[in-house]
């Protein structure tokens, strides 16, 4: 079985503080998502990733930089954490191709900014 | 920019009976991938069903099904004799050939006994 693993089921960070989120796949997916889920906004697509070292926004990068050195690494950051980043973050990998392949998720890691 | 609308945020049917999930999506592209995911009160997304724009044939997996339009953009989720396990945010979601998956809003869906 696939497994994505997010390094935090839970943390908490200080407005301003500079935050890692964590996610490492063990399948050689050539792709990697971060997606943060908020009620009633369902997921929205901050970065993905199709290789190392290769990175596109998604529809909500901004307060949000990413970072793979290696294939099955995909780390979020926040510069500077605010409270509106308080959330959901959910990361996702899947294959290249075919490009029915599904999606894979990690159990998400909520992430309060105080 | 691809978007993808679903227009009910709740829904609830009674054990056994057969629920329809909308999903509509705008794009330009001719040739995407479309799926159903179910996020259960545990959290974690699993895949429920999938289907590729170039087929005209619906897929179907056991209890769930899809009717899917390419004219109208439009891509339901039916689950037929539900179930208690089927409650669960149900997440609409698209892939173009660029890598990019997008999701719409979801839609709750909740099984009365």
């Known amino acids: 079985d696939v497994k994505v693993t997010q390094s935090s089921r839970y943390l908490v960070k200080r407005t301003g503080e500079k935050v890692f989120l964590e996610c490492v796949q063990d399948?050689?997916?050539?792709?990697m998502f971060w997606y943060r889920q908020d009620p009633g906004l369902g997921l929205r697509l901050i970065y993905f990733?199709?290789?190392?070292?290769?990175?596109e926004k998604g529809d909500i990068p901004e307060g949000y930089s990413v970072s793979r050195e290696k294939k099955e690494r995909f780390s979020l950051i926040l510069e500077s954490a605010s409270t509106n980043q308080t959330s959901m973050y959910l990361c996702a990998s899947g294959q290249g191709a075919p490009y029915n392949s599904p999606l894979h998720f990690g159990n998400g890691t909520r992430l309060t900014v105080t | 920019a691809q978007t993808v609308t679903q227009s009910q945020p709740e829904m609830s049917v009674q054990e056994a009976e057969t629920v329809t999930l909308s999903c509509t999506y705008d794009?330009?592209?001719?040739?995407?991938?479309l799926f159903w995911y179910k996020q259960p009160p545990s959290r974690q997304m699993i895949l429920v069903i999938r289907q590729e724009a170039y087929k005209q044939q619906n897929a179907t997996e056991n209890r769930f099904s899809v009717n899917f339009q390419k004219a109208a953009k439009s891509f339901s989720l039916k689950i037929s004799d539900s179930q208690l396990g089927d409650a669960a945010m149900y997440f609409c979601a698209y892939r173009s050939r660029d890598d990019k998956i997008i999701f719409g809003k979801g839609t709750r869906l909740h099984i009365l006994p």
């Open positions: 399948m050689d997916h050539e792709n």
């Open positions: 794009t330009s592209e001719s040739d995407y991938y």
């Open positions: 990733s199709y290789d190392v070292k290769m990175k």
